[in-house]
């Protein structure tokens, strides 16, 4: 096990095109996280999964942005219709669920550089 | 609603001082988790330190220490000593149990340069 996977690491795209992220979890942590960070801002919650259910979607991610993930495995997050105001980093995290341990339950993904130009 | 502030957007002293970066944070929940988490210029997130909200006892780990006084609702961190790869942006985080699906909010950095 080598961490959460996040693929790319860069995608630059033009305005208007669709574009999608790819994050493999740690194997077996049943909730995936994806969260956007923008220049001098701290990450903010998009939307979060438990196994293939998407549980809760922030009122960030507009009807453009979609989120999956078949069969609890990996997730893929899109962006239609691409903006300039989409450009961020895209983070993944996955966690167990009921981890009451002293450890970090969390484990990010090193992220997705979007520049849409 | 939670929310997290860090006051201090960036901070910046000479390498061996200390430094203290502050974190004051809002929540409903009476179990909630309190985290800080490392990001240098690579931009991966490194995780620091989690602690539960029924656990006020001070932590230190090396050069790191953190004080959490739950009367005053602040999760400070303290570098003694700094030193040059300490420079990076600092995040304290904050999950819930009952609202928010444990999912984390976070402050919004506190900028951190340690010069030589």
Same mark, same amino acid.
């Given at each position: 096990?080598?961490?959460?996977?996040?693929?790319?690491?860069?995608?630059?795209?033009?305005?208007?095109?669709?574009?999608?992220?790819?994050?493999?979890?740690?194997?077996?942590?049943?909730?995936?996280?994806?969260?956007?960070?923008?220049?001098?801002?701290?990450?903010?919650?998009?939307?979060?999964?438990?196994?293939?259910?998407?549980?809760?979607?922030?009122?960030?991610?507009?009807?453009?942005?979609?989120?999956?993930?078949?069969?609890?495995?990996?997730?893929?997050?899109?962006?239609?219709?691409?903006?300039?105001?989409?450009?961020?980093?895209?983070?993944?995290?996955?966690?167990?669920?009921?981890?009451?341990?002293?450890?970090?339950?969390?484990?990010?993904?090193?992220?997705?550089?979007?520049?849409?130009? | 609603?939670?929310?997290?502030?860090?006051? /201090?957007? &960036? @901070? !910046?002293?000479?390498?061996?001082?200390?430094?203290?970066?502050?974190?004051?944070?809002?929540?409903?929940?009476? +179990?909630?988790?309190?985290?800080?988490?490392?990001?240098?210029?690579?931009?991966?997130?490194?995780?620091?330190?989690?602690?539960?909200?029924?656990?006020? /006892?001070? &932590? @230190? !780990?090396?050069?790191?220490?953190?004080?959490?006084?739950?009367?005053?609702?602040?999760?400070?961190?303290?570098? +003694?000593?700094?030193?040059?790869?300490?420079?990076?942006?600092?995040?304290?985080?904050?999950?819930?149990?009952?609202?928010?699906?444990?999912?984390?909010?976070?402050?919004?950095?506190?900028?951190?340069?340690?010069?030589?």
């Amino acid at each position: 096990d080598t961490g959460v996977s996040q693929d790319p690491r860069h995608k630059i795209t033009k305005r208007g095109q669709n574009v999608t992220f790819r994050c493999d979890p740690i194997s077996e942590h049943n909730r995936l996280y994806w969260y956007r960070q923008t220049l001098g801002q701290g990450p903010e919650f998009l939307t979060y999964f438990q196994n293939e259910a998407q549980l809760e979607k922030s009122r960030l991610l507009s009807d453009r942005f979609s989120a999956e993930r078949p069969k609890g495995s990996f997730s893929t997050l899109e962006i239609q219709r691409t903006e300039q105001g989409d450009s961020a980093m895209y983070l993944c995290a996955s966690r167990v669920i009921g981890d009451r341990g002293r450890s970090n339950g969390y484990t990010f993904g090193s992220g997705t550089r979007l520049t849409v130009v | 609603a939670q929310k997290v502030t860090q006051a /201090q957007t &960036e @901070i !910046s002293v000479v390498e061996k001082e200390d430094v203290t970066l502050d974190c004051v944070y809002e929540t409903r929940d009476t +179990t909630y988790y309190l985290f800080w988490y490392k990001q240098p210029p690579s931009g991966e997130l490194v995780f620091l330190i989690r602690r539960n909200s029924f656990d006020e /006892q001070n &932590e @230190i !780990s090396g050069r790191y220490s953190w004080n959490f006084q739950k009367s005053t609702s602040s999760f400070n961190f303290t570098i +003694t000593a700094s030193q040059v790869v300490d420079s990076a942006v600092y995040f304290c985080a904050l999950s819930g149990t009952i609202q928010g699906a444990q999912k984390l909010v976070f402050g919004q950095g506190t900028r951190l340069t340690i010069n030589p």
